[in-house]
Nanobody, 126 residues
Framework: VQLQAFGGGLVQAGGSLRLSCAACGRAISSVAVGWFRQAPGKEREFVLHISRSGGYTNYANSVKGRFTVSRDNAKNTVFLQMNSLEPDDTAVYYC????????????????????WGQGTLVTVSS
């Protein structure tokens, strides 16, 4: 499956953005999806995960209550709604997908995801 992440941009602190992860070549409903981010000079970090069925989600503590993930299988897309953005959220955001069997109990582990999009930059100004 090929993934394309888009929707990034410049936003003021406290604002909102919605990122999209569009799949091509395979139904996104057949894979679990995760979002990761990498800030300048820092390592890539887990943001959140949504299971293949959509029935299970897992969020990093840093984004709980502010970020929400959802699926629209008809559009073959997963969305990341980001509210109450903070300057520390500034990063390149990547969506990734993988087989559910590889991600059970390891949804936060980047190496378990087989497919990656190209990333979209989110910049939050103070």
């Amino acid at each position: 499956v090929q993934l394309q992440a888009f929707g990034g941009g410049l936003v003021q602190a406290g604002g909102s953005l919605r990122l999209s992860c569009a799949a091509c070549g395979r139904a996104i409903s057949s894979v679990a999806v995760g979002w990761f981010r990498q800030a300048p000079g820092k390592e890539r970090e887990f943001v959140l995960h949504i299971s293949r069925s959509g029935g299970y989600t897992n969020y990093a503590n840093s984004v709980k209550g502010r970020f929400t993930v959802s699926r629209d299988n008809a559009k073959n897309t997963v969305f990341l709604q980001m509210n109450s953005l903070e300057p520390d959220d500034t990063a390149v955001y990547y969506c990734a997908a993988g087989e559910q069997s590889q991600l059970n109990y390891a949804s936060h582990v980047a190496d378990r995801y087989a497919y990656w999009g190209q990333g979209t930059l989110v910049t939050v100004s103070s």
